[in-house]
């Protein structure tokens, strides 16, 4: 085989597993839901709808929204879970504080703690909302992060 029928059949063979790998490549509008209840549909009018789901100790309440829940840590033999509260809305806009719960039976019931963080003092960048809070943990020390 000489160097330049080489160089085409490796052109050949590269070109074939591109096209492979991107026709077997699915968009994100492809992939088919995983549960039909977990997901509605939106309207071709392009109309929002929300489902909530029922957990034991945290789950729906008729006073407040619990919603923007943050990765679940466990630390020891308890699991961790943040989430932005607020009371349900009656008028626009967005409101919240961050409070915790903990779980001792791999996250399947929940006991609410209390606040994690409460909004700043007035005139501060952090007066009005904090919300959507997250975890991380480095070198054996926790940290939030969230929106303002």
Sequence with gaps: MTHSN??????????VINLLLL???????????QTKESIEKVSSSQNIKFTYQEI????????????????????????YVWY??????????????IWYATSKDKGYTWQ???????IGKEGGFDDHSVFTPNILEYHGKYY???TV
């Excluded at 026709?23 to 839901?33: A, F």
């Design 23 to 33: 026709t077997s490549c699915k968009t994100k509008s492809e992939e088919k839901p």
């Design 56 to 79: 034991t100790g945290i789950g729906k309440d008729s006073l407040y929204n619990r919603r923007d829940n943050s990765d679940v840590v466990k630390v020891g033999d308890t699991y």
């Design 144 to 146: 939030m992060y969230y």
């Design 6 to 15: 080489f160089k085409k059949i490796s052109l050949f063979v590269f070109i």
């Design 112 to 118: 609410e703690q209390g606040m994690a963080l409460d």
């Design 84 to 97: 932005s509260k607020m009371v349900s809305p009656t008028i626009s806009g967005y409101w919240a504080t």
